[in-house]
């Protein structure tokens, strides 16, 4: 459910068309500004906070792309979907590339209105989101650390900035190298316990016979050795966030003390005879799969269940193959500075080399990777004989636009019909195309229904 109902500025000069997307947009749940005029429309801009701006394109001899022009300068960050008729596509596509989010052309369908304006919304929303942690983020840490354009980072980074604003326990999965300490510090920074401490622990690290003095403390006395008391981790972290790193290694009986600590938001100091009460913020975080651990019995479930509240998965280095040239770039300049050398890029073929590793040790791989091509180079260029020195790499050249596009085409429709069990009306719907659209995708990638109906 929507928080606020956005505000919508409509600005067409057919006032039955006015009327007509009014009424849609209302009973979408939206407030909705209808306008005839751009003069009228850049007043209203100026004086209201608008989220969305539907703009025809040709407005009694105005130029709709001049007036989003304009409505931008006002307010950058406000989505543009402009209204065209058949003939005026081409200028709607140059509308896009001017900066309007979409375009709808006319007539068009009610749902798909609503559809687009939701996506819309919903894009900026996530932008927004995620401009705000990153801000937060470069407060602390600096806005480096988090780095990446792909869809599936900025996904990330939205799950944390709404995990944020809870003081529910988080769980974060991901392969080791992926940057889980760095989501769980964000998240911290992020939080209302951002003035506390974040305490962190590596619960493979720790020996099991120290675990439980190294998490509880322990009283003067309560083993060889214990010449004074001693605050355990869980305590440090009193009114902060306490990150459980690896937390799939902490030993069975380790399991059972932390699930009462939690439960009960309090425990015994090894020795001691007092309990102590202790208020944080779990982050737990794990390179396994918890649910498959628990299926071997080597996790407890009702542990699981404890720290399992908000999960958040992160994506591998090879899920987001589109940020490895912005990490690359970033590390190359990092580490060039610190090594006192100026170095100013990588060649195409490191580059591609670069891409086509399936870096299965992630963004830590790929620093490491970096460095050692630094250290190595006697130019002022990264080229490809440095970089995975040790991999027998065929790195594949980048393919064409159309076989790119050809191969998302032909992956796509097999995972619709897999997902529909080959029912075209379906898949049609799902996709967004006519039933004649899909058909002959069908037949172009000669595709058999029948193998999906089988499964």
């Known amino acids: 459910m929507r928080e606020r109902k956005e505000k919508i500025l409509v600005v067409?000069?057919?006032?039955?068309?006015?009327?007509?997307?009014?009424?849609?947009?209302?009973?979408?749940?939206?407030?909705?500004?209808?306008?005839?005029?751009?003069?009228?429309?850049?007043?209203?801009a100026e004086k209201e906070p608008f989220d969305l701006a539907l703009i025809d394109l040709k407005l009694n001899g105005q130029d709709?792309?001049?007036?989003?022009?304009?409505?931008?300068?006002?307010?950058?960050?406000?989505?543009?979907?402009?209204?065209?008729?058949?003939?005026?596509?081409?200028?709607?596509?140059h509308a896009m590339k001017k900066g309007a989010y979409s375009y709808l052309t006319k007539p068009f369908d009610g749902h798909e209105l609503l559809q687009q304006i939701n996506n819309c919304l919903e894009k900026n929303r996530l932008s927004k989101e995620v401009k705000r942690l990153r801000e937060l983020v470069e407060q602390t840490y600096g806005f480096d650390k988090i780095i990446g354009n792909s869809d599936k980072i900025k996904r990330v980074l939205a799950q944390v900035a709404q995990a944020a604003a809870t003081d529910s326990n988080v769980y974060i999965e991901g392969e080791s190298g992926t940057g889980k300490e760095l989501?769980?510090?964000?998240?911290?920074?992020?939080?209302?316990?951002?003035?506390?401490?974040?305490?962190?622990?590596?619960?493979?690290?720790?020996?099991?016979?120290?675990?439980?003095?190294?998490?509880?403390?322990?009283?003067?006395?309560?083993?060889?050795?214990?010449?004074?008391?001693?605050?355990?981790?869980?305590?440090?972290?009193?009114?902060?966030?306490?990150?459980?790193?690896?937390?799939?290694?902490?030993?069975?009986?380790?399991?059972?003390?932390?699930?009462?600590?939690?439960?009960?938001?309090?425990?015994?100091?090894?020795?001691?005879?007092?309990?102590?009460?202790?208020?944080?913020?779990?982050?737990?975080?794990?390179?396994?799969?918890?649910?498959?651990?628990?299926?071997?019995?080597?996790?407890?479930?009702?542990?699981?269940?404890?720290?399992?509240?908000?999960?958040?998965?992160?994506?591998?280095?090879?899920?987001?193959?589109?940020?490895?040239?912005?990490?690359?770039?970033?590390?190359?300049?990092?580490?060039?500075?610190?090594?006192?050398?100026?170095?100013?890029?990588?060649?195409?073929?490191?580059?591609?080399?670069?891409?086509s590793y399936p870096w299965p040790g992630n963004i830590r791989e790929l620093e490491n990777t970096i460095e050692c091509a630094v250290a190595m180079t006697k130019r002022n260029i990264i080229t490809e004989d440095l970089i995975l020195q040790t991999q027998n790499i065929n790195a594949e050249g980048l393919k064409s636009f159309k076989y790119a596009k050809e191969n998302f085409e032909k992956n796509y429709l097999i995972q619709l019909f897999e997902l529909t069990r080959g029912n075209v009306s379906n898949a049609a719907k799902l996709a967004g195309k006519y039933r004649a659209d899909i058909y002959e995708l069908i037949k172009k990638y000669n595709l058999k229904l029948t193998d999906f109906r089988k499964k």
């Open 183 to 355: 989501i769980a510090k964000s998240l911290h920074v992020a939080s209302n316990r951002k003035d506390g401490p974040f305490i962190a622990v590596n619960c493979s690290a720790i020996p099991e016979t120290l675990m439980e003095s190294e998490m509880f403390g322990y009283e003067k006395g309560a083993f060889t050795g214990a010449d004074r008391n001693k605050k355990g981790l869980f305590i440090q972290a009193d009114l902060g966030t306490f990150f459980l790193d690896e937390i799939s290694e902490m030993h069975s009986s380790m399991q059972v003390k932390m699930l009462r600590a939690l439960e009960e938001k309090e425990f015994y100091p090894v020795g001691g005879r007092q309990t102590v009460k202790v208020d944080c913020r779990i982050i737990a975080a794990s390179n396994k799969n918890l649910e498959q651990e628990i299926e071997k019995g080597n996790f407890r479930e009702d542990l699981f269940y404890r720290i399992h509240v908000i999960p958040i998965k992160l994506p591998t280095l090879s899920e987001r193959k589109e940020d490895i040239p912005i990490l690359a770039r970033y590390f190359l300049q990092k580490i060039s500075r610190e090594m006192g050398k100026e170095i100013e890029e990588f060649s195409t073929d490191a580059m591609q080399k670069l891409i």
């Open 12 to 44: 067409d000069d057919d006032r039955n068309i006015l009327q007509v997307i009014r009424m849609r947009l209302v009973s979408g749940g939206y407030y909705v500004t209808p306008v005839t005029g751009a003069e009228e429309a850049l007043k209203l």
């Open 64 to 93: 709709g792309i001049q007036l989003m022009e304009s409505i931008r300068h006002i307010n950058p960050h406000m989505p543009v979907i402009i209204l065209t008729a058949h003939g005026t596509i081409k200028s709607a596509v």
